[in-house]
């Protein structure tokens, strides 16, 4: 995928509003990558979400952890809504959140302003499959985090939207409407060169719409749809639309399913070897 920043930065932005009520896949993956962690952190840890979007997870890291947490994202539009709820939601009486404990920055995750060795715990739901360089953004894992730091990732694979892909191929042959994703091999191989001994693992999750127009609704209300700088500048005719939505694969009863190929990686930094004097 080629896309801007900015326009990563915007589309995201501009999903503020929208996003949470969109995000069943963000939160199955989420809450799987979540209840995986089981190592502790120290009382006064740093905890960062990177890529926190509206700060969901932002808020459920520091009420897990009761530690001090940064919530990272590249769009001013996301931070701007995730602050606000944040102070929303601490206000509620039955609320145990403290905003105190949280912190937000706007970073490009390619280029992290923190301190070599100065993070505990990352925490990055579905965010480095947007990164011109993710490469780049593990080896600013590997950086900041301090020696025995754990490393959570989800992203999303080759394979992700497959059906999406073949309907608007037969549709709009030459012209490209579904973003791509780097394949499971490539993703694996990255991660060991740079996090030896890293753990991966992929599954494919298929959720369900009544149509193909509710999962491109869905996608537009998550900022997600196609980013590349090649897309068209005006909007796709209702024709291309009505033929994609046609060539889409129905169930029995009509609707349909989408696939999405979903990763998740898992590091725990060395711990430094003691120097011994022979």
Request: charged fraction near 15%; proline fraction near 6%; hydrophobic fraction near 40%.
């Amino acid at each position: 995928m080629l896309a801007t920043k900015q326009a990563v930065a915007s589309d995201f932005g501009g999903a503020s509003a929208s996003y949470e009520g969109a995000a069943r896949l963000q939160r199955k993956m989420g809450d799987a990558m979540l209840e995986t962690i089981a190592q502790p952190v120290p009382q006064d840890a740093t905890v960062i979400d990177l890529g926190c979007g509206t700060g969901w997870y932002t808020r459920q890291l520091a009420q897990r952890f009761g530690a001090h947490t940064v919530g990272v994202d590249l769009a001013p539009g996301m931070l701007a809504f995730a602050k606000a709820q944040s102070k929303a939601l601490s206000k509620a009486p039955s609320n145990a959140l403290r905003p105190e404990t949280i912190q937000w920055l706007e970073a490009d995750a390619e280029r992290l302003p923190l301190a070599g060795q100065s993070v505990d715990l990352i925490y990055s739901n579905l965010m480095i499959q947007w990164c011109h360089n993710p490469q780049g953004v593990l080896r600013e894992c590997q950086r900041v985090l301090r020696p025995g730091g754990q490393l959570w990732v989800s992203t999303l694979l080759l394979g992700t939207l497959q059906e999406l892909q073949q309907a608007w191929t037969l549709a709009d042959p030459h012209q490209q409407h579904v973003n791509g994703f780097i394949s499971a091999a490539d993703f694996a191989a990255t991660t060991v060169e740079i996090l030896p001994a890293a753990q991966w693992r992929s599954q494919m999750i298929t959720l369900d719409y009544p149509t193909p127009m509710a999962l491109m609704n869905e996608l537009r209300q998550l900022g997600a749809g196609y980013k590349d700088i090649q897309r068209r500048k005006t909007a796709t005719a209702p024709g291309r639309l009505k033929q994609m939505c046609q060539n889409y694969p129905q169930q029995p009863d009509g609707s349909i399913v989408a696939s999405y190929h979903a990763g998740w990686l898992e590091w725990r930094k060395p711990l430094l070897t003691p120097l011994t004097c022979d």
